[in-house]
């Protein structure tokens, strides 16, 4: 797998990580793939795939199209492109393991579902994040329109309750590939009964990015019979470097081995 080292850890100055993992008392190696949000940056999972990295999975923790640079490296990107370039890193995972749980942050948990929907019997299991599939933002009604006359707008980063500690997110939200992956929403909220993995999803009880309404369209139309949800109570948006994350993580890897034991 490109850019896997035999190290404990390997991380690019961008926080990209990917661990070889070691092979379980079955001799079966478990691959864990992790995507991060919409403007942001590996940086805001790493510690998550560090922690799967330290319990023997081989993790992959990519930097999507457009991200990790500058804000303006994104702005010709599109939804289609960050999910192709996770489909890829998912193809190599698989080639190197005998099971792959995937997850992500805000949109990350949204291409992860996607990448479920698409590749259901592949898939040993989903984890997600706050994940983004609808909003009640009604400014966004107006994105049709602004996307053709302003490149980008301030951006809501830095979602964070824990004081201190910073997303490294992109200052603006460029408005094309904004409006890309709420076009793409359309199509995953259709296709949400096609996952059939097992599915542990947490969501912040006070988030200031995505709203209540995601986390209730995907659990009650996804087909999956082991889905649980997790209400974080100390933690905003980026849950993963919040006050929450050690119980992101740990449950993380309790899941992981359940599915694929």
């Known amino acids: 797998m490109a850019r896997v080292t035999n190290a404990p850890h390997a991380a690019s100055p961008h926080g990209t990580l990917y661990t070889d993992g ?112 609808a909003s009640t933002n009604k400014q966004l009604l107006l994105l049709p329109v602004m996307k053709h006359l302003v490149k980008a707008f301030p951006a809501i980063g830095n979602d964070i309750k824990k004081e201190g500690v910073v997303e490294h997110a992109y200052p603006k939200t460029p408005l094309k590939p904004l409006a890309s992956m709420l076009e793409a929403w359309k199509q995953i909220r259709a296709d949400l009964p096609k996952v059939t993995a097992p599915v542990l999803l947490f969501r912040s009880a006070d988030d200031h990015v995505v709203d209540p309404s995601s986390a209730r369209i995907i659990l009650s139309s996804i087909s999956s019979t082991d889905a649980s949800e997790r209400v974080l109570t100390e933690s905003y948006h980026v849950a993963t470097l919040d006050n929450d994350a050690e119980q992101i993580f740990s449950e993380s890897a309790e899941f992981i081995r359940k599915v694929t034991g």
């Open 22 to 133: 070691v092979p379980g008392p079955d001799g079966r190696r478990i691959g864990v793939l992790l995507s991060h949000g919409f403007t942001g940056s590996p940086a805001s999972i790493v510690p998550w795939g560090r922690y799967l990295a330290d319990q023997g999975f081989a993790v992959a923790v990519p930097c999507l199209p457009g991200h990790g640079t500058t804000w303006q490296d994104m702005v010709p990107t599109r939804y289609d492109d960050y999910y192709a370039a996770l489909e890829r890193e998912f193809e190599t995972l698989k080639a190197r393991t005998d099971a792959v749980v995937v997850g992500g942050l805000s949109m990350g948990g949204c291409l992860t579902l996607t990448l479920a929907e698409r590749r259901a019997e592949e898939i040993a299991g989903l984890i997600m994040v706050n994940p983004a599939v």
